[in-house]
């Protein structure tokens, strides 16, 4: 069984991934084990923590992951602007990412919300 397919959060998280490790790439060398490496590391964290979260038996500890993704995202936000003020990351490459990591949030609030409803 795996629950988290048919959630778009998860698979949208999946698109942000390739796309974070394919501008990435251009960051320089020294801040791969830095910024690099911790962007990529929240990224990832995003998606696996929906994943682990959809799989839990209960509502309860699916919310807790979920606020495990949810501070991820604010994690990598902040790692956007770094970045975009050190200059590693591009105006067009940010508004690509921050776009859509504002959905994989909204949609991530948005299954939460429905959690604690039900």
Request: cysteine-free; glycine content about 4%.
């Given at each position: 069984?795996?629950?988290?397919?048919?959630l778009?959060?998860?698979?949208?998280?999946?698109?942000?991934?390739?796309?974070?490790?394919?501008?990435?790439?251009s960051?320089?060398?020294?801040?791969?084990?830095g910024?690099?490496?911790?962007?990529?590391?929240?990224?990832?964290?995003?998606?696996?923590?929906i994943?682990?979260?959809?799989?839990?038996?209960?509502?309860?500890?699916?919310?807790?992951?979920?606020?495990?993704?949810?501070?991820?995202?604010?994690?990598?936000?902040?790692?956007?602007?770094?970045?975009?003020?050190?200059?590693?990351?591009?105006?067009?490459?940010?508004?690509?990412l921050?776009?859509?990591?504002?959905?994989?949030?909204?949609?991530?609030?948005?299954?939460?919300?429905?959690?604690?409803?039900?």
């Amino acid at each position: 069984m795996k629950p988290h397919r048919n959630l778009k959060a998860w698979s949208d998280s999946i698109w942000l991934i390739k796309d974070l490790y394919l501008i990435t790439r251009s960051f320089p060398k020294e801040e791969l084990s830095g910024i690099t490496s911790q962007m990529r590391r929240a990224a990832l964290s995003i998606s696996l923590n929906i994943a682990e979260g959809a799989a839990r038996t209960s509502k309860k500890e699916f919310v807790r992951f979920l606020d495990i993704a949810i501070g991820s995202i604010a994690e990598l936000d902040t790692l956007f602007i770094i970045s975009v003020e050190l200059e590693f990351l591009s105006d067009e490459d940010f508004n690509l990412l921050n776009h859509k990591l504002e959905t994989i949030g909204k949609l991530t609030y948005g299954l939460k919300r429905k959690l604690l409803s039900e």
